[in-house]
């Protein structure tokens, strides 16, 4: 498209959206921050709009839907490999996109349509989104292999450990799983002050392994810890982590399907 009718194309958005999009110089055209917001969303459009093309023709091949889910890293590896593995015997024809999360972005996801099932550090339900907690399980202390309490097999108070380099989560990323791990601290008696900040659990356990600090994760996520790792019971086991899933209030067949394959995975049911 050459320069005038790209303007003109431009300044008919901006007049239909009611207000500037675009700030203009003569050396560079950049984005005003009500264009960026309208970038994010577009995309957002654009990438449902080509997820919904493709139903025809998955749908002519045979398939008999497609399920978009979403979950935090740590639930990629434990336990919705394993459900969707039930899934698959249950649904072969089902069609499944899978899309790396933060929690914090579920209930928009949700309500976009952009996701139809997320596995997430979810405490409750929101409004127009059903929330089921599926597992409920402690927080474990994670070190470097070369910390002076690795060799220990009692339970270890982590006031002991107040005085340490701590890895934190972003209360920005996942609000609940942060509430809880600063309950954990409480139930221990301080709060320890955070050196590092993570966005992930995978994050903490690297930030851990590269000997940057000491954390706390949730057990299932110390399923698979690199050597460099080392993990220890607490006592303070009451306090306990998340994992919920989340669909919009009219969960079809399938999605109700795929959480009770979590569920069973779990033992939630």
């Known amino acids: 498209m050459s320069q005038p009718p790209l303007s003109q194309a431009i300044k008919q958005l901006e007049r239909d959206v009611g207000t500037t999009l675009l700030e203009r110089s003569n050396r560079r055209v950049s984005l005003t921050p009500a264009g960026e917001a309208f970038l994010t969303a577009c995309r957002r459009l654009v990438e449902h709009a080509q997820e919904v093309a493709d139903i025809p023709r998955v749908v002519a091949q045979g398939f008999s839907s497609q399920l978009s889910i979403g979950a935090v890293a740590s639930a990629l590896r434990w336990p919705l490999p394993q459900a969707i593995a039930l899934l698959r015997q249950s649904a072969p024809g089902l069609t499944i996109r899978i899309h790396e999360i933060d929690t914090d972005e579920v209930i928009r996801a949700l309500n976009d349509g952009k996701l139809d099932v997320a596995v997430a550090r979810l405490a409750a339900s929101r409004a127009g989104i059903r929330t089921r907690v599926i597992l409920r399980e402690e927080f474990v202390l994670i070190t470097p292999s070369t910390h002076p309490s690795v060799g220990e097999s009692s339970p270890i108070d982590l006031a002991s450990l107040s005085d340490e380099q701590w890895v934190g989560i972003s209360r920005d990323v996942s609000p609940d799983y942060h509430d809880e791990m600063a309950a954990a601290f409480r139930a ?33 996520a110390s399923r698979e810890l690199p050597t460099s790792v080392s993990t220890r019971a607490t006592t303070s086991a009451t306090q306990t982590v998340t994992l919920a899933v989340s669909t919009r209030e009219d969960a079809n067949h399938y999605e109700r399907l795929l959480q009770g394959c979590i569920e069973s995975v779990t033992g939630a049911v």
């Open 188 to 220: 221990a008696g301080f709060s320890p002050r955070m050196h590092h900040i993570a966005r992930s659990i995978a994050s903490q356990v690297a930030m851990v392994a590269a000997g940057a600090g000491i954390s706390i994760v949730p057990r299932s």
